[in-house]
């Protein structure tokens, strides 16, 4: 630079092609003119970003040689943020661009954000059964970081709370066809009837209702499954079976299902009334709880896509079951439905334990879980457990298991869809 500043009356081009590499170099002209003012060479000088920003990565270290084009740092501007969201498959046509969503995020958990969807991905992904929903934040407090964790909420418009009927999202049992709840049809009589209705939006923890309930209808909140199994035993409409009559559950002719020699035929129970739990001894829901590690054991295996582990896990249960003392249940409610349960309970685990094909294992796992759900929902194991559903299992009629922590682990696809799924209920 100093030599051809100092031809440059003689030679402007070259002068000026100096100053260009130079530039190329990111010195800017300030510097450029520094340098030429000062007279002196200087090895050393300091290289600047062309864009304000944070720098995100550096990526190299001082001595490093580097080349032509190679990047030096990644440099972010965060005054602006994206915030990406998973969004259920009901939810898509509630979401266009330009709503308004307000954020809550652990770190400032008493601070609400407020963004505008900028983006809905237009492919689903088939995994998770959700869609990509981006939006933009000012940031210019930075508060915000690069990979926090963020909650959403979109406020319908055009929606009033005293239009619409709302209910818990655990009142909706979904069949992947139709929604149901129970109704009661007598204010005075604990008992319910099935009712198909139409849902809306899904907001937080409730669904709007768009018909099939009234304002007023009571309806159970709680111990849905148990209602709903109760149903199924006594031919009643239910989840699976929309038009009454008898349920085949798969098992009919299995171990298990007929009448031992000698038995009594089970007297009729009025299941439908049952929507609380009964109470019975410690030493019984400790005997239970056995039968359930065996079937936890079950569903380990599926969720491992492991058909022998399966096999033998089930065979456990049925050991299990042989040592449940009936002679604990000293109320008659409580032993009538143990007796058709552990009926079912043990058709089910023969039916798996008897299956080397692990879909057919799955298919006769889906009715076990049943089994299980209402016994829990009945008589309970004294410890917290978790009612899951798969709205894509049974040939996306949707189908339901337990667990012992919220996190979502498939037994009906394994490893192929493992984490599909959410924690629809919460027994104690």
């Not at 002196?40 to 084009?69: C, I, L, R, W």
């Not at 709007?208 to 304002?215: A, K, M, R, V, Y």
């Not at 003392?325 to 798996?352: C, G, P, R």
């Not at 922590?405 to 394994?414: H, L």
């Amino acid at each position: 630079l100093l030599t051809a500043a100092s031809l440059k009356e003689s030679q402007p081009a070259l002068y000026k092609a100096v100053r260009n590499k130079l530039k190329l170099w990111k010195l800017s002209e300030k510097q450029i003119n520094s340098i030429e003012e000062s007279g002196q060479v200087q090895e050393n000088f300091p290289v600047y970003a062309t864009v304000s920003g944070t720098v995100t990565e550096k990526m190299v270290e001082e001595g490093d040689y580097v080349k032509q084009g190679q990047p030096l740092y990644k440099i972010a501007n965060l005054n602006s943020v994206w915030a990406v969201f998973d969004a259920y498959e009901n939810q898509i046509a509630s979401l266009k661009t330009g709503q308004e969503i307000k954020l809550t995020t652990n770190a400032y958990p008493n601070k609400e954000f407020m963004a505008k969807v900028s983006f809905v991905d237009p492919l689903l992904n088939s995994a998770t059964r959700t869609v990509m929903v981006r939006a933009v934040l000012n940031n210019s407090e930075d508060l915000l970081k690069p990979g926090m964790f963020v909650e959403g909420r979109i406020d319908m418009q055009g929606e009033r709370s005293d239009e619409v009927i709302n209910v818990p999202s655990t009142a909706v049992m979904w069949t992947g066809e139709r929604s149901v709840v129970y109704v009661k049809t007598n204010p005075n009589e604990p008992i319910f009837e099935m009712r198909e209705v139409t849902l809306g939006n899904t907001n937080g923890e409730s669904f709007t209702i768009l018909s099939g309930l009234e304002s007023g209808d009571e309806i159970v909140t709680n111990g849905t499954f148990t209602v709903d199994a109760a149903a199924q035993l006594q031919g009643k409409k239910s989840m699976m079976n929309a038009e009454g009559g008898k349920t085949m559950t798969g098992h009919e002719g299995h171990l298990g299902m007929q009448p031992e020699s000698g038995e009594t035929p089970n007297p009729t129970v009025d299941h439908t009334k049952m929507n609380q739990r009964l109470k019975v001894s410690n030493k019984f829901q400790g005997q239970l709880k056995k039968v359930f590690e065996g079937y936890i054991l079950i569903k380990d295996a599926l969720v491992a896509d492991n058909a022998g582990k399966a096999q033998s896990s089930a065979k456990e249960i049925g050991e299990s079951l042989a040592k449940v003392d009936m002679k604990l249940l000293e109320d008659e409610k409580a032993h009538n439905h143990w007796m058709t349960l552990q009926k079912e309970i043990k058709a089910s685990a023969n039916a798996v334990a008897n299956a080397s094909e692990i879909a057919e294992q799955r298919e006769h796992f889906k009715h076990l879980s049943a089994h299980m759900i209402s016994s829990i929902q009945l008589f309970g194991i004294d410890q917290t457990v978790y009612t899951n559903y798969c709205p894509m299992a049974d040939s996306n009629k949707g189908a339901y298991w337990l667990s012992l922590e919220k996190e979502i682990r498939n037994p009906y696809y394994g490893e192929a869809m493992l984490t599909c799924g959410e924690v629809k209920a919460t027994l104690q």
